[in-house]
């Protein structure tokens, strides 16, 4: 098996390294510095083992990946029904950076969208929100397998451009879903968006879900066994955002994409998968990342049903 994944993994760079379908995020200014003919594609398996093809070492943000971690973090810090009664779990069938707040609650539909993911943020263990911070840098780099460092300038970018995300934090804040000081709580979300990831990073954070919360290679837990189904449930219904229903009836994985350029997908039991290229989608998908992940699940017969 492990011979044919190399062999498959480039075959499969090969195929899709002409396409240049898409355009790179430039709502965060930074991101237009990336090439946008990067590609990579790693997949880690449940022995630890990486394999991995093209600029899988390459740096870059992980932005919205980040999301389904830190709700684990704040799943294992409050226990799911408190969780429960701020940030929802249904699919908003809306853009990532819609204002999808419960009517009533004023809660998040899900911690996938912008909205639910900084509220999850504000909600981490820690007596202020420089121990949130530490908490949500131990954790990832728990997932990842070594320490995490920040990209500062993408992070002062979108910090110094995200008004829509400053403007839905005081929403959360006004509906009592932040109980802190919501300015705080949104640069730890800024920041947490701006961890630099490789490729081959991502993959084992996806496998290390895959593994029941384990990282297959260091063996250390970073996620609760009792919380991993409910992550891989929110990245399955709304981790594409308002693509996440055809994702799951075409590819059948739990995923989730980030503006950088990067997606994971998680074969619980078998494979974490990660492909970064950052050209994306109208939807903010990367386009080469459906693709790979598509032909890896009709490829292998992954597809959950
Ligand atoms: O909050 C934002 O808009 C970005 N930091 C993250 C958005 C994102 O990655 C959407 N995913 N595809």
Known sequence: MQAPIAAYLQALHAQLAGANAGELASYIPELTKANPDWLGISIVTMDGVAYSVGDAEQLFTIQSISKPFVYGMALADRGQQAMSEKVGVEPSGDAFNSISLHPQTG????????????ATTSLLAGRTTE?????????????????????????????????RNRA????????????????????????????????????????????????????????????????????????????????????????????????????PGRFGIAIFSPRLDAKGNSVRGIEACRRISRDFGLHMF
């Open 107 to 118: 809660a998040p539909l899900n911690p996938m969208i912008n909205a639910g993911a900084i």
């Open 131 to 163: 121990a949130q911070w530490q908490r949500i840098e131990s954790s990832i780099a728990t997932f990842v397998g070594h320490p995490v460092t920040v990209d500062e300038s993408v992070y002062q970018s979108e910090s110094s451009t995200g008004h």
């Open 168 to 267: 839905i934090a005081w929403m959360l804040k006004n509906f009592g879903i932040i109980e802190g000081e919501p300015m705080a709580s949104l640069e730890n979300y800024f920041r947490q968006c701006a961890i630099e990831v490789s490729c081959r990073d991502l993959a084992y954070m996806a496998a290390t879900l895959a593994n029941g919360g384990v990282n297959p290679l260091t063996g250390q837990r970073a996620l609760p066994a009792e919380h991993v189904g409910q992550v891989l449930s929110v990245m399955a219904t709304c981790g594409m955002y308002d693509f996440a229903g055809s994702w799951l009836y075409e590819v059948g994985m739990p995923a989730k994409s980030g503006v950088g350029g990067g997606v994971i997908a998680v074969i």
